[in-house]
C-alpha cells in the first residue's frame, strides 16, 4: 500500500474541483463537496494548513478512487 501524500487543503480543494466536484455548501470551516454522479465529501478548510492522514484517507474512501488513483490527480 503507498504512502499518503502530504497536502495542504487549498491543493487538495483544487485537485476535487478538477475531478468534477463543485462547492454544494460550507459551514464554518467545512466545504461540503458534491459530483454530479452523487459522490459527496466534506473538506476541512484551512487553506495552510496540512490535511491529516485519516482525514485524507477518509476523503479518498469518499470519493471511491484508490492512493494511485488519487496521487496522479494531484
Do not use: N
Request: aromatic share 6%; net charge positive; charged share 30%.
Amino acid at each position: 500500500m503507498p504512502k499518503l501524500p502530504v497536502v495542504k487543503a487549498s491543493k487538495l480543494l483544487r485537485a476535487l474541483k478538477k475531478l468534477g466536484f463543485y462547492e454544494h455548501h460550507q459551514v464554518g470551516s467545512h466545504i461540503q463537496l458534491k459530483h454530479p454522479d452523487g459522490r459527496r465529501t466534506t473538506l476541512p478548510y484551512h487553506p495552510t494548513q496540512e490535511i491529516r492522514r485519516k482525514t485524507l484517507k477518509a476523503i479518498i474512501d469518499d470519493l471511491d478512487m484508490s492512493i494511485e488513483e488519487f496521487t496522479k490527480a494531484l
